[in-house]
């Protein structure tokens, strides 16, 4: 075994105690338990690194480390770590996205003089931790558990400022939508323990393998073939992907999550709760690979979200909204890619988002640091003079999400409508997924250089962007990094190139080819196409890249011109009804609110006096009617002597008779 | 010749209905205890004529424990008249009626 | 012996006690209930698997002497424990402790009756988890009503009167009828049976020698003997639609009790349903296994709707019990290792967890004198290690990894789906879980009204800082949940020893 793999389980522990350290400590640190949580997440990132080196070399590692709960003649539940490439990529972008947020927030929360950093650190700490323990769980039951976790702390933080009404709300929100999706996930992890014996990911004792061996044995489990049962556990599970990685209907809680500081914004929706969800389905690929139905149930509920949040992206005015909603639509299309069966597009895409969703958001960060706390891309304008570094940033972050070409998003979102593409050619139906995920490109592109110009271009519309406030190296450090990363991780996939040019330079897809057998990209391509019955056409990658740099390239021109003018206007406005309705989130809010409010609270309180009038009334009427009897009997006893002696007398002489007549003596 | 078993019973019973007649008329708390001694007296003479019928003692000893216990609730009886009158200044029975309901 | 020690310590304590001054009262009680608490978890340390003692295990620290002898019946002084009542005589100790150091800043009089009764109380629920004959058993658990009653009735809120009468008629109703179906039980096994012993009577039953009495046969019997005990345990648990005693109750008693009575009085139901109906009458209670499993799930989500639209901290809390303890149901019925193991394993949890949220409820009654959600609001920023607690108890209870609510329920889940017995198992299972989405939303909605938000406080209370004695039993509490979560075989080992051959009964080894 690898050193590496032996120091690997502290990847998790580093974060974890410094969440013990800040949580205890921390009011006597001097950053207030900054500092042992940037130790810890640096360690952990070196240690990631270090590991990511061994499975580089090609060893992997798949170990049971404790056990939860032992059965003696029945399954015990543990918990384990599986490093292989896909957990070990993970592992190294989570880590460095936790370390680069601890580092961004000296400058964003300590500079700032907040109160309750000890808090804060100690939650961020516990959020590292659980995601990185989510990341190498080897089992689908460790992964709900730091899944559930993960949530938790994203609660915890998304409150962070609970003295306001608004994170107090926005908190509950993002927890009871998500524990929404969790109750489904959960009955999954029950259901496939209960089939299958095991939750381990890897294996041939894993559960993707007895899954996949079931349906070709054609066994019946509860009465139902294993094709449909395999698919039910896998849209039960799908149920908790939906709720953590926003995709509709479950998506409303993400952008009110924006009430969190934004360097928890940074984390929730790059590296660790929003990332959770679709990390999860590439772990258990397997065992979506033999289910079309589940898989196209997840390509389409991800294209449709792709294009369906893209479009509420292009109102928003707040900054954090705008990319909230980006967030939402390119968790859609890393669901698209696992849902058309391209595993590496979608991990790849997983990746680039990382960066430059992390990178955004802190450059967003930063511009509102700038901006004394305010929010609204209205309010700004100009801020390029003043933010050379987070403006150029910035830029990079921007051009890798609106997909332009030679930055990361391009090619990852590329990979993914390729695969789509090639699917949708062979089963028609997929196109449809393709068309929407091609328009929310454009739209895409339109609402990224939209937010770029009305921030940075332009002139400055208010006081605070003609003199924004400076900041330091803790911001800026973070940005350069994921600056760069956003502009050069893309080229470690380049699919169009390598076809074109006939090179061996797909370095991902070598890399997630590698390790074990079950969980190899070569592998989930045979299942994919033999056991769920895809088929691929032949079509070169070059045309369909160039259509969507195109509509890419026509978005982002667009929403330039349109908003880097001096004053810039809202065209889109001019929509009308049709305005109102994206503009209030297709009343998706409302819904749920009448959901939660006019539904289930009307019910609850229907419940409640059920439970007052007619249970406990019952019971109530019973001593009632007890109380009135007795009260009416005993006016028998009107406390005269006489009376007493006269009831006896007559009583005794009754019984007397009673005897005589039964006992025959006349 | 002893009187026959029927002469002692309807003794008997025909004390026990004059204490019974004289707890259900009488209004009078002394009446009404000397009626119940009288009721008790009329058990007492159906324990010896029993016993005297069998033969053995059982039924007077009985009559004896009766005797006693008629004498301590005498003494009780009297007390609570006691009280009755210090309270209402009578012995009527049917004016104590505080303690019902 | 050491189990006689247990009872007499705590009985004699109680009466020292009640003969000291009301100033020492708390303190005494509190060094006196470490001795109970001391000797629980040596035999804790001590103990070695035995099985299922009403199912031919060998009971641990057994003692048995014929206590009153009525020939052919002989009552008997008999005690021991096995892996499914150790735990619960541990946590029965450790919540008496708890509650009492909980009590000494609310409680301000009579203090010597109080604690003097609370022990009593600890006495009895220990006499119920260790008493294997019928009629010492059968003491013990009436034993638990009268202190309650009086705690209720005497330091209660304003309208305890009335839930204290209707705590004690419920109860009371409830072990008569459970007594008249144990007791023709015994007369009907007849005298080559003849015994009080729980055992020995669950051997005879599984042995076909029920014979028929009073004109019914043995089949009938069995059945009527069944749903008298079930009845009667029902109400104790308690699950819909017998539930109602518990929420008043509940409000009126002070917090300590409140502890004590959801903690651990609740578990005497679940407790006696597993040794009685699911043991020893299991051949019924498979063939009833739709209508309880149903009552389960009605009791899961019922339970839970009516926390919803509650309130009053406490209230919430209380119905929120009813939902938990429907999971118990649920998980006994399934007849599966880790159904029953996960049931017995959720007593536990929800004692722990169900006695921190009220502790902590109280803490916060104790500085603002309301419970009311609408009352206050960003009590976080007066509060902050209580709403700590309180946010940390809220998640267990929610059923957050790591804590032993999420431990408990994922056996009885896993329990429950995989059960042959309950027909469409994955089905009901499902439809139970959706509580864990109702707890969700009463619990976020009670945090977000009255811990967060800007501060606001109706009742104009000055806000002290609570005192030490008021947060450390909840660190307590909160530090075992968490070490239940993190390692749920402390207990879950020696649980599922016992709790194999009763699962083994629905044919699940």
Request: proline residues 4%; hydrophobic residues 55%.
């Amino acid at each position: 075994m690898d050193a590496a793999f032996t120091y690997a389980p502290l990847i998790a522990l580093f974060p974890l105690a410094s969440f013990v350290i800040a949580l205890a400590f921390g009011k006597y640190l001097p950053t207030r338990g900054a500092l042992p949580g940037i130790v810890a997440t640096g360690a952990s990132l070196l240690v990631s690194v270090w590991v990511a080196a061994a499975v580089w070399q090609g060893h992997v590692h798949h170990e049971v480390l404790y056990t939860w709960i032992a059965g003696e003649d029945v399954v015990s539940l543990e918990f384990g770590i599986l490093l292989d490439p896909l957990s070990a990529l993970m592992l190294v972008v989570v880590s460095l996205i936790s370390f680069l947020v601890h580092v961004f927030s000296l400058g964003y929360m300590n500079a700032e003089g907040e109160t309750g950093l000890p808090r804060y650190y100690a939650e961020l700490g516990l959020f590292s931790f659980s995601m990185l323990a989510f990341v190498y769980a080897d089992n689908l039951l460790m992964a709900f558990i730091f899944f559930e976790l993960v949530g938790v702390c994203s609660y915890l933080l998304i409150g962070f400022w609970f003295r306001d009404g608004a994170p107090a709300s926005a908190q509950k929100k993002a927890f009871l939508v998500t524990r929404f999706g969790d109750y489904f996930f959960l009955i999954g992890v029950v259901g496939i323990l209960a089939t299958f014996g095991t939750t381990t990911f890897v294996g041939s004792e894993g559960f993707p393998q007895l899954a996949e061996a079931a349906i070709a044995g054609g066994e019946t489990f509860w009465g139902i073939d294993a094709s449909q049962w395999v698919t039910l556990l896998g849209l039960l599970v799908l149920g908790g992907v939906i709720g953590k990685s926003a995709q509709f209907p479950l998506h409303t809680w993400l952008p009110d999550a924006m009430e969190g500081p934004t360097t928890v914004s940074a984390l929730i929706h790059a590296a660790t709760m929003v990332a959770a969800g679709v990390y999860l389905v590439a772990r258990m690929f397997g065992f979506y690979a033999v289910s079309p139905t589940a898989l196209a149930i997840i390509a389409f509920v991800g294209a449709f979200t792709a294009l369906f949040a893209a479009t509420m992206g292009v109102v928003k005015d707040d900054i954090k909204q705008v990319l909230a909603y980006s967030t939402i639509s390119q968790y859609g299309y890393m669901m698209l890619g696992l849902g058309v069966g391209g595993y590496v597009a979608a991990v790849f895409h997983l990746m680039n988002h990382a960066f430059f969703k992390a990178l955004l958001f802190l450059g967003a960060g930063s511009v509102i640091v700038a901006m004394h706390h305010k929010q609204n891309m209205w309010e700004m304008g100009g801020l390029k003079e003043h933010l050379p570094v987070t403006y150029w940033t910035f830029l990079a972050g921007s051009l890798a999400l609106a997909g332009i070409v030679p930055f990361s998003g391009f090619w990852s979102k590329d990979e993914v409508l390729f695969e789509a593409l090639l699917l949708g050619a062979e089963a028609p139906i997929f196109i449809a997924a393709y068309a929407m995920a091609l328009a929310a490109v454009f739209l895409t592109g339109f609402y990224t250089f939209r937010m770029v110009a009305l921030t940075f271009h332009g002139e400055a519309r208010t006081d605070d962007a003609a003199t924004p406030h400076g900041v330091g190296w803790s911001i800026k450090f973070p940005l350069v990094v994921l600056g760069v990363l956003a502009t050069v991780a893309g080229l470690i996939n380049m699919k169009p190139v390598a076809v074109v040019a006939d090179l061996d330079i797909l370095y991902l897809e070598t890399w997630l080819d590698a390790g074990f057998e079950t969980t190899a990209y070569g592998t989930y391509t045979t299942l994919v196409t033999e056991v769920a019955g895809f088929s691929y056409a032949d079509i070169g990658p070059l045309l369909p890249a160039i259509i969507a740099l195109v509509l890419a390239v026509a978005g982002a021109a667009l929403g330039y011109r349109t908003y880097a003018v001096a004053e810039p206007t809202e065209p889109v406005k001019r929509l009308g009804g049709a305005y109102d309705l994206v503009r209030a989130n297709y009343y998706q809010d409302e819904f749920q609110v009448w959901l939660a409010e006019g539904f289930t609270a009307r019910l609850a309180r229907a419940a409640d006096s059920f439970d007052q009038i007619v249970i406990d009334g019952t019971v109530n009427g019973i001593s009632t009617v007890s109380l009135r009897a007795g009260s009416r009997v005993r006016r028998l006893q009107r406390g005269i002597v006489t009376n007493y002696a006269a009831l006896m007398a007559a009583s005794i002489v009754a019984l007397l008779l009673l005897f005589a007549v039964y006992g025959g003596w006349f | 010749m002893a009187a026959p078993m029927e002469a002692y019973l309807l003794l008997s019973a025909a004390l026990f209905c004059v204490g019974l007649f004289g707890v259900l008329t009488r209004r009078n708390a002394l009446m009404f205890l000397i009626s119940v001694e009288l009721m008790l007296n009329a058990a007492n003479i159906n324990l010896v004529a029993f016993s005297l019928y069998h033969g053995n003692l059982t039924g007077q000893t009985f009559a004896l424990f009766v005797i006693a216990l008629a004498a301590a609730e005498v003494a009780i009886g009297l007390g609570i008249i006691m009280v009755l009158n210090r309270q209402y200044d009578d012995v009527d029975v049917t004016r104590a009626a505080t303690m019902r309901w | 012996m050491l189990i006689e020690a247990m009872l007499l310590v705590t009985l004699v304590g109680a009466l020292v006690v009640f003969a000291s001054p009301n100033r020492y009262a708390g303190r005494l009680a509190f060094a006196i209930s470490l001795l109970p608490l001391g000797i629980s978890l040596w035999l804790y340390h001590r103990f070695e698997a035995v099985g299922n003692i009403f199912l031919g295990g060998d009971p641990a620290f057994e003692t048995r002497a014929i206590w009153i002898d009525l020939q052919p019946y002989a009552i008997e002084w008999w005690v021991g424990v096995d892996g499914i009542s150790l735990p619960l005589l541990v946590l029965a100790t450790i919540l008496a402790t708890l509650a009492i150091v909980s009590a000494w800043t609310p409680i301000d009089e009579r203090e010597s009756q109080f604690y003097g009764l609370i022990l009593i109380l600890e006495t009895g629920l220990i006499g119920v988890f260790v008493a294997l004959d019928f009629i010492l058993w059968f003491v013990f658990w009436e034993v638990v009503l009268i202190p309650m009653y009086l705690l209720i009735g005497i330091w209660g809120g304003p309208r305890r009167k009335y839930a204290a009468i209707k705590f004690f008629v419920y109860t009371n109703v409830a072990s008569l009828a459970m007594f008249i179906g144990f007791v023709a039980i015994v007369f009907g096994l007849g005298d080559a049976v003849a015994t009080f012993g729980m055992p020995e009577i669950t051997a005879a039953l599984h042995d076909g020698q029920l014979g028929a009495l009073a004109g019914l046969d043995a089949a009938t019997l069995k059945l009527a003997a069944f749903l008298a005990i079930f009845a009667g345990f029902a109400v104790k648990v308690p699950m819909v639609p017998v539930h109602t005693w518990l929420p008043d109750a509940h409000v009126e008693a002070p917090s300590p009790v409140s502890v004590l009575l959801a903690g651990v009085l609740l578990k005497m139901g679940t407790y006696a349903l597993l040794r009685f109906n699911f043991t020893m009458f299991d051949d019924v209670a498979q063939q009833l296994a739709v209508p309880i499993a149903i009552l389960a799930v009605i009791s899961v989500i019922y339970g839970a709707m009516l926390a919803l639209a509650q309130s009053d901290l406490k209230r919430i809390v209380a119905y929120s019990s009813i939902s938990s303890m429907g999971y118990v149901i649920l998980g006994l019925v399934a007849y599966t290792t880790y159904g029953v193991g996960g049931a017995t394993f959720q007593m536990i949890s929800h004692g722990l967890i169900s006695g921190l949220m009220f502790m902590v409820v109280g803490v916060i009654y104790n500085q603002t004198h309301t419970r009311m959600v609408g009352d206050m609001a960003g009590l976080a920023d007066r509060m902050p290690v209580v709403v700590g607690v309180f946010v940390a108890g809220a998640f267990a209870y929610m059923g957050l990894p790591l804590m032993s609510g999420f431990a408990a329920e994922f056996m009885i889940f896993y329990g429950a789906f995989e059960s042959t017995v309950v027909p469409s198992a994955p089905l009901v299972t499902a439809v139970a879980m959706f509580g864990i989405v109702i707890v969700a939303g009463y619990l976020l909605w009670a945090m977000q009204q009255s811990l967060f938000g800007p501060f606001r406080l109706e009742t104009d209370e000055p806000l002290g800082r609570a005192p030490i004695q008021d947060i450390a039993p909840l660190f307590v509490l909160l530090a075992l949940i968490i070490l239940l979560g993190v390692d749920p075989d402390i207990f879950v080992t020696m649980i599922q020893d016992a709790a194999d051959p009763v699962a083994a009964l629905g044919g699940d080894t």
